[in-house]
């Protein structure tokens, strides 16, 4: 069976600190992955999504990059992290090349910068 | 602009009671509708998917609608328990790819 993993599920960095999130999806290949932001009450909104590898979109301009290094590998990462960062992070994957299926979310990470 | 909007943006309901949430979308090419189930501080969980030639699908005690024509989509509940205390969201994917437009979502609160 695919399971999705997410890490760290909880952080708290400093103003000005680098970011990296990292995701893993097992039991499939060639995933479309994605990266999501939800603010305190707020719906999620796509950040970066892959079709494959070193492929990334991106759907809103911000402080943060994607990478794609290996088929089910996503990292999302910032050089300096703004206080408006703060957020649940959510990734998630869905079959590639297969319309009309679910997409299936890790459990998030909160991040909170301070 | 693609866009799913949601309403009530929250909800309070009494244990047992039913209730309806709704969403209407403007996403063009339509490809699929799914309602998620998102627990706080989790990730959202699927509860339902239709394809435009769907106008209903049950999932337990979830009962989704859905109206292509007139771009607009409904969650039942029914004998609503506490454990349905959550954020329902409404997602509609593009028919090219699979990229999905999420709605801001209804709080649901169930009281005993």
């Known amino acids: 069976s695919q399971t999705i993993h997410q890490w760290p599920a909880t952080l708290v960095q400093p103003v000005g600190s680098p970011l990296s999130l990292e995701c893993t999806v097992e039991?499939?290949?060639?995933?479309?992955l994605y990266w999501y932001r939800q603010a305190a009450g707020r719906g999620l909104q796509l950040l970066f999504y892959s079709v494959g590898i070193g492929q990334i979109s991106s759907e809103v301009p911000q402080n943060l990059s994607a990478s794609r290094p290996q088929d089910r590998q996503f990292i999302l990462s910032s050089k300096k992290l703004l206080l408006s960062d703060s957020g649940f992070y959510l990734c998630?994957?869905?079959?590639?090349?297969?319309?009309?299926?679910?997409?299936?979310f890790g459990q998030g990470t909160r991040l909170t910068v301070v | 602009k693609n866009q799913v909007e949601q309403s009530p943006q929250s909800l309070i309901i009494l244990e047992g009671k039913n209730c309806t949430l709704q969403c209407n979308y403007t996403v063009s090419p339509f490809s699929n509708l799914r309602w998620y189930k998102q627990d706080t501080g989790r990730g959202p969980v699927s509860l339902t998917i239709m394809t435009f030639s769907e106008n209903t699908k049950s999932n337990g005690r979830y009962t989704a609608t859905l109206d292509a024509d007139t771009k607009q989509s409904s969650l039942h509940i029914t004998a609503s328990q506490l454990s349905d205390s959550a954020s329902y969201i409404c997602v509609v994917s593009l028919a090219a790819g699979n990229k999905l437009t999420f709605g801001g979502g209804t709080r649901v609160l169930v009281k005993p």
């Open positions: 998630a994957w869905s079959p590639g090349r297969a319309l009309n299926t679910e997409a299936f």
């Open positions: 039991g499939t290949s060639n995933p479309n």
